[in-house]
């Protein structure tokens, strides 16, 4: 079986080592960093499957770090708040992370997450039967690239957001309410999902629609959900 690596980020070392121990017992590698300059580095220096990230960071926060990895990686971030705030996980969502724990976090629920990430991570976009490309008037997804191409424009989507966009392709037509959504992508139950969901849907359609205000492929279904149109 293949090590990952997982990069934790956080300036306060009791938690860096905290969650080694933690993820060392799955066999999985822990590499940590102080900051987000410092995760930067680490990220340019070896391969790292997913990241724990602090938001709360001296030199260069998490919300700014997030953003600049997204420039150029699609690795799964897990951002780690110590506030509970919407503002702070919904802030985090928009810049590319994938899911939040809140601070003080369960290990058996961060185990869980990790490892729920890092397999769809290494299994992005593997279906039953046969890899195919999608094509939707303009809106293109290829299942074995794992690319998606819209209005003949290549489209960089994080891991999480593919899976919706595949999610609903593959079904195009069909409506899928958040619960649905959250409970197929995520693999697990739907609890509070609305505002992790939305804010996923809203940067889909920042990428694939000429005005996200009035999309052409992305819809609403008002009191239902969304859905991707044949």
Known sequence: MEQYNVLVVDDEKEIRDAIEIYLKNEGIKVIKAADGIEAIEKLNEQPVHLILLDIMMPRQDGITTTFRIRED??????ILSAKAEDTDKILGLQVGADDYVTKPFNPLELIARVKSHLRRYVTLGTYEGKVKVIDLNGLTLDQSSKEVTAHGEPVKLTPI??????????NAGRVFSINDIYERVWKE?????????????????????????????????????????K
């Open 189 to 229: 139950p739907s609890y509070n999902a609305e505002n992790t969901v939305a804010v996923h849907i809203r940067k889909i359609r920042e990428k694939i629609e000429i005005d996200p205000k009035n999309p052409r492929f992305l819809k609403v279904v008002w009191g239902i959900g969304y859905k991707i149109e």
């Open 73 to 78: 990686k699609n690795i799964p971030i897990i």
């Open 161 to 170: 957001e593919y899976k919706i966009l595949e999610l609903l392709m593959t």
